[in-house]
């Protein structure tokens, strides 16, 4: 999709840390780390937000999480552990509208979500 970072990030037409990739996902480093380890795992697909998600996406949806499993593993935090999130909509300040995970950890995370 036209002007949106992630979909420019995913064709390889803007720069990234990628950490993984393969047919539907790409996962990179946040710009703007919130913890030590910090990557964001993206559908290649251009999905707006949660809201998008259809019932033809779920093997999209096992892919964001089943990346995140593996990259926490190569990362060295799969028994220390992490913390998963998907913002969606302004509520939750979602501020880059292509539907993404953000895979945090490294340290201990505060223990409140809201
Ligand atoms: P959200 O608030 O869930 O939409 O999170 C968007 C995330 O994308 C933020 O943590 C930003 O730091 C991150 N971000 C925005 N642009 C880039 C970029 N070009 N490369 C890597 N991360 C980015
Ligand atoms: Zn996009």
Same mark, same amino acid.
């Given at each position: 999709?036209?002007? $949106?970072?992630?979909? %420019? ?5 803007? #720069? ?20 030590? =380890? ?6 290649? %697909? ?16 096992? $892919? &964001?999480?089943?990346?995140? %499993?593996?990259?926490?593993?190569? &990362? ?8 998963? =999130? ?17 895979? &945090?950890?490294?340290? #201990?995370?505060? #223990?409140?979500?809201?």
């Amino acid at each position: 999709m036209e002007d $949106c970072i992630f979909c %420019k990030i995913a064709a390889g037409q803007a #720069p990234a840390e990628v950490l993984y990739q393969d047919d539907d996902v790409i996962a990179f480093a946040d710009i703007s780390p919130m913890a030590p =380890v910090h990557a964001l795992i993206v559908p290649k %697909k251009h999905l707006a937000s949660v809201e998008e998600i259809g019932a033809d996406d779920s093997e999209v949806v096992s $892919c &964001l999480i089943m990346t995140a %499993k593996r990259l926490a593993r190569e &990362l060295g935090i799969s028994n220390s552990g992490y913390r998963l =999130v998907i913002n969606s909509g302004p509520d939750a300040t979602q501020a880059v509208p292509h539907l993404h995970m953000h895979l &945090l950890g490294g340290r #201990p995370l505060e #223990p409140k979500l809201g």
